[in-house]
């Protein structure tokens, strides 16, 4: 299993900003805009389960609803504080819980159209929405008044309920790692420094995407589509018809749909080659060269972590998660590494051994691996991905993620053909229970690639899940973000096995958002700690591939037909091919990344020789490089939220595969399994300590045997992972 998203985790500052219910209301039109016009954010949706109405924003609604939200969220904050009454959970936190409204809503709407349906004018906005929401979001965590009632809450925790003292907890700690301990001055400069790596992130970013869109490769010999699947050439057609670069031509980009196929079937080794030397010095040079704002954003964080009273930046971190230091990460990772790398060796022993007999006369290079993994598949499983995807029509996958949703959590979905959506290509659903047909929340999908929406996968929401004072719940709406092979003029879309394990995977986001019964909204859902939230995620991409439910969704898209048993025979018996050179480009990528989080740099580093000084140290196989090298390393450049923390999903992984192992031991849609995994994890959010609610699930604490026996690894001695009670 490989890192599929980057999950919209909500970090500490905007975690305690966007937590609201329903506050109080400003009625006002948008400035900007005609008299006839009003601004959407600014009064209550009037859409079904309160999807936002995406036909009526306009452009101009941003910035005027983020000053709007602004001001109601002051005017909430100054009445906590001036509340005479001594402070309390209720009046305190559960208030701070219910403020912001409108903040909210539009922070919502704008993170996710910014990244998914972005524009001109939306980068434009976001150079004014971001840097004014940070500075407001500094204001309130440095603000001495409101720190006072929640440090005094903190103080008289106990005797609250387990939720409520947790959610107490968090907050002070969120407070105090935000600033609120520091002097005048410290703050000050703590405000300077969020201010300029809001600005930094939002630089790498526009780099970044504006680097993946200029760049393609033009085919004008067909001979060189030589061992190219049919979709992807048909792909590659539509892609220069979108380009315009004549007739008789062939585009291929460095979206994962294009760039993936090429390195993986392309016989015509320079074109592999060509395209790998694109995408791993994609943003290193030129006008989006995101080398000087890496170093800048390391030595503004390393400002931070100084002025937080921390050693690093990776120290700030990882203190704040179930790992707890990054001695702890590391020591997870190197006992994953060092098995991983003597996989690579033999399977690029298998891949040399293949070259030598088609008499190629060559060295495995990192442009061959993909190519000869394939070719080796192949020859010792008789596999062949381009005859596996005909089963895996996107449509059919999707049904499979409803009916594993179903059968193991008793929900349904229906798809809502009016309901507003942001783009056209979206698809709205309505969740139901299953037996009783109540609304359990609303699920968008929104899975084809574009030139205005970032690389990769990922799940968030238009709008949280919380328990209101009578007892009623606020039920969510969850969105899925993909990059997924786009349908030709003669086929529909058809996924790679890695595209639909990622579907499965971003599904299990979106279950951890649609099932929480938590009672607190800044508890609900994703809302955990950040080396947790993998767990929902990653292990559903196990059912992807289960038999019993290949038998269900995976058809053949012409005739119908069934995945036959020799079939599902042979992906089971490939299931462990390639987990070297997946696990060690994984599980290098979460090194380099905490090596990083290590400096404490006052100038420039050598980014380049950075890397390479890391990989040397590590005995990075000459054949692979980083999953992701510095410059495009969006998980940890271009926010804050992986930094110091893309080891999260191995870590993850060692409790999906350890409890992945009961459901195969009770049966994979086992209802008692099934139950204890919904009740204990998906409900409950990050209401209780996330070990305990682990424990609670399998019955023990894992280790990491579990992970590397299915990922084909010789086991090595047990990591235990503790969670931050030390439990």
């Known amino acids: ?105 539009v922070a919502y709407v704008f993170f996710a159209l910014d990244e998914s349906n972005s524009s001109p004018e939306m980068t434009e906005i976001a150079e004014e929405f971001f840097p004014k929401y940070t500075q407001f979001a500094d204001e309130m965590m440095m603000n001495d008044a409101l720190f006072a009632r929640v440090k005094h809450v903190y103080d008289n925790r106990e005797g609250l309920d387990n939720d409520q003292k947790r959610a107490v907890e968090e907050y002070y700690k969120s407070f105090t790692r935000n600033g609120a301990l520091l002097d005048a001055y410290k703050k000050e400069q703590l405000k300077e420094v969020n201010t300029e790596l809001t600005n930094l992130y939002l630089a790498f970013n526009k780099n970044l995407l504006n680097a993946t869109n200029e760049f393609y490769i033009v085919v004008e010999d067909s001979a060189r589509l030589a061992g190219l699947p049919a979709a992807v050439v048909a792909q590659a057609v539509d892609a220069a018809a979108e380009r315009n670069v004549g007739e008789g031509k062939w585009v291929f980009t460095l979206h994962a749909p294009s760039r993936l196929p090429l390195l993986q079937f392309a016989a015509d080794r320079d074109l592999r080659k060509q395209m790998y030397e694109g995408y791993t010095t994609l943003a290193s040079t030129g006008q989006y060269n995101n080398l000087p704002v890496i170093n800048k954003i390391l030595q503004a964080r390393a400002r931070k972590a100084a002025l937080l009273g921390f050693e690093n930046f990776g120290a700030y971190m990882t203190d704040n998660v179930m790992a707890k230091t990054v001695e702890n990460a590391e020591n997870l990772l190197m006992q994953i590494w060092r098995p991983a790398v003597n996989k690579v060796k033999e399977e690029v022993a298998e891949m040399q051994a293949v070259a030598d007999e088609e008499g190629q006369n060559i060295k495995i290079e990192p442009w061959d691996y993909y190519y000869y993994a394939e070719k080796v598949r192949k020859k010792k499983y008789d596999l062949d991905e381009s005859e596996v995807s005909q089963y895996f029509a996107l449509d059919s996958v999707r049904n499979g993620i409803f009916t594993m949703a179903e059968r193991l959590y008793g929900v349904k979905f229906s798809e809502l053909k009016d309901a507003p959506k942001y783009y056209d290509e979206v698809t709205v659903y309505e969740v139901t229970d299953a037996e009783t047909g109540e609304h359990v929340a609303v699920f968008m999908t929104d899975y084809f690639p574009r030139a205005s929406k970032r690389q990769g996968a990922w799940m968030s929401e238009f709008k949280g899940s919380w328990v209101n004072a009578d007892g009623t719940s606020s039920r969510p709406v969850i969105y899925n973000v993909g990059n997924f092979s786009r349908p030709t003029a003669d086929a529909p879309a058809l996924l790679t096995l890695d595209e639909v394990e990622t579907m499965f995977h971003e599904f299990g986001h979106g279950l951890h958002g649609m099932l929480s019964r938590a009672r607190l909204k800044s508890q609900a859902g994703t809302n955990v700690d950040r080396d947790f939230v993998e767990l929902p995620s990653q292990i559903h991409e196990h059912w992807a591939m289960e038999p019993e439910l290949l038998r269900v969704y995976a058809k053949h898209w012409k005739t119908g037909e069934v995945i036959p048993d020799a079939l599902i025979e042979k992906l089971q018996a490939a299931a462990t091919h390639n987990q070297g050179f997946a696990t060690a480009e994984l599980a290098g990528a979460a090194l380099l990344d905490l090596q990083y989080g290590k400096l404490n740099p006052t100038a420039d580093v050598d980014v380049a020789a950075f890397e390479a000084n890391v990989a040397k140290e590590l005995g990075m196989p000459a054949e692979l490089t980083f999953r992701y090298r510095s410059p495009y390393f969006k998980h940890i450049f271009g926010s804050d939220g992986y930094a110091s923390g893309y080891y999260t999903y191995l870590w993850a992984e060692v409790l999906d595969t350890d409890g992945f192992e009961l459901f195969k031991e009770k049966g994979i849609f086992d209802p008692e399994t099934a139950r204890k995994f919904k009740e204990n994890i998906l409900e409950k959010g990050g209401s209780e300590d996330p070990m305990e609610l682990y424990v609670k699930f399998r019955g023990h604490e894992p280790s990491v045997d579990a992970l590397l026996r299915n990922r084909g690894l010789k086991p090595v001695a047990n990591v235990n992972l503790k969670s931050k009670s030390g439990k």
Do not use: R, W
């Open 1 to 105: 299993m490989l890192a599929k998203c980057a999950q919209k985790i909500a970090i500490d500052m905007k975690k305690l900003l966007i937590t609201a219910a329903a506050g109080a209301v400003l009625c006002a039109s948008c400035g900007g805009n005609s008299q006839m016009h009003q601004n959407p954010f600014l009064a209550p949706y009037d859409t079904p389960f309160e999807i936002p109405p995406f036909d009526k924003i306009e452009y101009a609604d941003y910035l005027p609803a983020l000053d709007s939200g602004i001001v109601q969220k002051k005017a909430e904050i100054e009445a906590i504080i001036n509340n005479q009454e001594e402070p309390t959970f209720a009046n305190t936190i559960l208030a701070l819980e219910n403020s912001g409204d409108i903040l909210d809503k």
